[in-house]
């Protein structure tokens, strides 16, 4: 993006060039020229029927920027890649074709710099210039610009003459084109007394550096790999990579050293009669180096390690990152400064609120004076009554003192009334005191009351910001009481499910107790019954062993004990033999009944269903 922006300052020059009418719009002929000469210097596939196809239906007409934009945009300025052409081409390419028109200098050589040079101004005015159109350079990049220049010349900037330039009215509101920077510099304001070649070697050592990004470079001596002697090398550091060659004028190149992240610069002592040595670490290989003096030893290791810095964050370029810091301390600084205008704007309202509070001031002042005219008046007027009363009560006095003698009476009642009129003027005097006390009270009233409401309005402001604070916390507060007695309450809640869970857990662990009681119960009585049930079984058992072996007519019974271990029974006949195998083949199947019912009486669950069992098999017996 960055490429494309650059690559579209150079083309408006072109593009504004072959505008002659200074209309907005160029011919398609022209236009074709130019793209088919951007097609070559940038290395492009050349595509001579995209155009036409592009303005078929404009085929007579000229054609506007905008109309060209999309052109440019998809057939060329898509197709441009970065390191496939050469990017001073492109630029002397588009220079031809502005300074034709616009640029003019003295053909009788009096100017202060070569075409070549203005050719390299040109291109540091369009890396410097702001990303708008018409391309301009603000007067804080001019003077960076021109006093890069006057160091590597070793002077000093005229920066007071430069300032005054810089504060014509125009210049402040719309910066200086390109044109205005070259008749500046062939001027010879700044640089005077320089010759032409100490110029043109600063201009082209600025243009290595800005444009063709140069952190450093000049002669070192490099030891070799393979035959391990010393050889003095041109050196030349770009952000990626430092590349050596034979000589200064770059033509035979010798090698080059990438320059990545993991590189370093270490300084190295002297040795092999050497010295301020230093050496550059790579991942595969380490270079060792020899400067002509420590300080030239100190600037390549801190030009390299510059280098390496920009590599470790992403940065192609120094300049491109310090133009680009510049214009965000530019904005910064106008930030500032507008921040500056808004505050003595407020300060500015400010005062014309003072002002007009104390013309508010003044009017109280005003009615104040004239309410001290208007009671000095009624003063007066109190006091010519007073005259006036005085001077009745005299007339008075002088026809009582007349008729004395004869009227004594009335004498007294004028005297009364001359002293209730004197208790009055007593009375009018105090209430006269008291009235001016009540005005200077009023007034001094009226003063406080405007302090106080003063104090009141601030009290007022501070009060209104306290109470915001105030039910924002309380909002605060109220909500982390709900959330409190939200999280309280389901903690209550879970409490009172998990004692109900356990009272059900106890009480069908006593119910789960209660039956295990029952059935042990249950157990022990039926073990009794079995118990019961087996007695009674080996009762029958011998009962049916009796009845097993009855005993025949004419035979003695034989004691269980073997009273007569020698009898022998006399022989039977074929019935009583046929007698014995039955009773045999019974008692077969009484021992199978026997264990039978044993089986059946240790498989049921009640003694009454073995017992019923047992006798139903000895009436079977009886009856056979």
């Known amino acids: 993006m960055e490429l494309k922006s650059e690559l579209l300052k150079s083309i408006w020059y072109a593009f504004t060039a072959l505008d002659v009418e200074k209309s907005g719009k160029v011919s398609k002929s022209q236009l074709k020229v130019l793209s088919h000469n951007l097609y070559t210097v940038l290395c492009i596939p050349h595509d001579p029927v995209a155009l036409e196809e592009h303005f ?29 052409f050469i990017k001073e081409h492109f630029d002397e390419l588009c220079w031809t074709l502005t300074a034709k028109k616009n640029y003019k200098h003295n053909k009788n050589g009096n100017t202060v710099i070569s075409h070549q040079d203005a050719f390299r101004l040109w291109c540091l005015f369009n890396f410097l210039s702001e990303d708008k159109y018409p391309l301009i ?14 160091t590597v010349m070793n002077i000093e900037l005229n920066c007071v003459e430069l300032e005054d330039y810089c504060c014509q009215e125009s210049l402040q509101q719309n910066g200086i084109s390109v044109w205005q920077f070259l008749e500046l510099v062939n001027s010879g304001r700044f640089i005077r007394g320089m010759n032409k070649e100490t110029i043109s070697m600063a201009v082209e050592e600025v243009y ?3 444009i063709q990004d140069v952190l450093k470079q000049g002669y070192l001596w490099k ?16 952000p990626s990579s430092l590349c050596y060659f034979v000589s200064e ?9 990438p320059l990545d992240k993991s590189c370093c610069v270490e300084v190295l002592p002297d040795r092999d009669g050497k ?40 940065k192609k370029s120094l300049h491109k990152d310090l133009k680009q810091k510049r214009r965000e301390q530019r904005e910064l ?79 007294a009642l004028k005297e009364a009334e001359a002293d209730r009129q004197r208790k009055r003027i007593r009375e009018l ?63 209550k809640q879970e409490m009172e499910a998990k004692s109900k869970a356990l009272e059900n857990a106890q009480k069908q662990l006593e119910e789960v107790r209660v039956n295990r009681q029952r059935v042990d119960q249950d157990v022990m009585a039926a073990q009794k019954k079995l118990r019961q049930a087996s007695t009674n079984v080996k009762h029958w058992n011998v009962q049916m062993n009796r009845l097993m072996h009855p005993i025949g007519p004419g035979e003695k019974k034989t004691s269980c004990s073997g009273t007569y271990p020698n009898f022998r029974p006399p022989p039977l006949s074929h019935r009583d033999s046929g007698l014995k195998l039955r009773q045999k083949s019974e008692e077969n199947d009484c021992v199978m009944s026997t264990e039978q019912t044993n089986e059946n009486v240790n498989n049921s669950d009640h003694p009454r269903f073995a017992l019923q069992s047992q006798q139903r098999k000895l009436s079977d017996l009886s009856w056979n």
């Open 275 to 314: 010295r301020c040595m230093f050496c550059v670490k790579t991942a595969t290989r380490t270079y060792e180096m020899s400067a002509s003096d420590t300080k030239q030893r100190q600037e390549w290791a801190t030009a390299i390690q510059t280098a390496i810095r920009l590599q470790a964050e992403g």
């Open 223 to 238: 030891k070799g790999q393979l035959r391990r002697n010393w050889t003095e090398r041109w050196f030349t550091l770009r």
């Open 333 to 411: 600084r106008e930030k500032r400064k507008a921040a500056r205008d808004e505050e003595m704007q407020r300060l500015k309202q400010l005062q014309e609120e003072k002002e007009r509070k104390l013309q508010e001031l003044e009017l109280l002042k005003e009615a104040q004076r004239q309410a001290e005219a208007m009671l000095q008046e009624e003063e007066q007027r109190r006091k010519q009554q007073h005259d006036e009363m005085q001077r009745a009560l005299e007339v008075q006095l002088r026809e009582a003192e007349q008729a004395r003698a004869s009227m004594q009476v009335e004498m």
């Open 137 to 150: 350079m603000v007067t804080d990049e001019v003077e960076y610009l021109l006093k890069k220049v006057c």
């Open 249 to 257: 004028d770059r033509k035979e190149k010798k090698g080059s050293i």
């Open 429 to 491: 005097e105090e209430m006269q005191r008291r009235l001016e006390e009540a005005l200077y009270a009023e007034i001094k009233a009226r003063q406080d009351e405007e302090s106080v409401r003063y104090a009141q309005a601030r009290l007022l402001v501070e009060e209104e910001d306290k109470l915001k604070q105030l039910m924002q916390l309380k909002e605060e507060q109220e909500d982390y009481i709900l959330k409190t007695q939200r999280e309280k309450q389901e903690l």
């Open 208 to 210: 290595q550096e800005i």
């Open 56 to 84: 078929r239906d404009d085929d007579d007409g000229p054609v506007s920027s905008q109309g060209y934009m999309p052109y440019l945009n998809k057939y060329i300025l898509d197709k441009v890649e970065e390191g496939a």
